[in-house]
């Protein structure tokens, strides 16, 4: 079974960058899907981006499109998150989630098996 866990989040002023890191354990990793969410205060937690086996496929919400690119090194069994161009409306707790099941939209949370315990990201006006 895998596990997750986030880091790289903080404060960062509007216009900034940050990288999140999502660490997984366990020796099946590159057969995982792997997809960030995020959940602001009083929202239900959203989809921003996901990303295949291989690394060769992945998806953005609208949102984050053109800022925002994920990336996965499986020697190393961590995802990445780069967030660019980042707006105050980006702040939220991030959550990184994996599935092993292929057959699931990776676009809706019930897609995933796995959850990290997230971190969170505030970016100031």
């Known amino acids: 079974q895998v596990q997750l866990v986030e880091s790289g989040g903080g404060l960062v002023q509007a216009g900034g960058s940050l990288r999140l890191s999502c660490a997984a354990s366990g020796r099946t990793f590159s057969s995982y899907r792997m997809g960030w969410f995020r959940q602001a205060p009083g929202k239900e937690r959203e989809f921003v981006t996901a990303?295949?086996?291989?690394?060769?496929?992945?998806d953005y919400a609208n949102s984050v499109k053109g800022r925002f690119t994920i990336s996965r090194d499986n020697a190393k069994n961590t995802v990445y998150l780069q967030m660019n161009s980042l707006k105050p409306e980006d702040t939220a707790v991030y959550y990184c989630?994996?599935?092993?099941?292929?057959?699931?939209?990776?676009?809706?949370?019930?897609?995933?098996?796995?959850w990290g315990q997230g971190t969170q990201v505030t970016v100031s006006s």
């Open positions: 990303i295949n086996w291989s690394g060769g496929s992945t």
């Open positions: 989630a994996a599935t092993a099941s292929y057959g699931r939209s990776w676009f809706e949370t019930w897609g995933y098996d796995i």
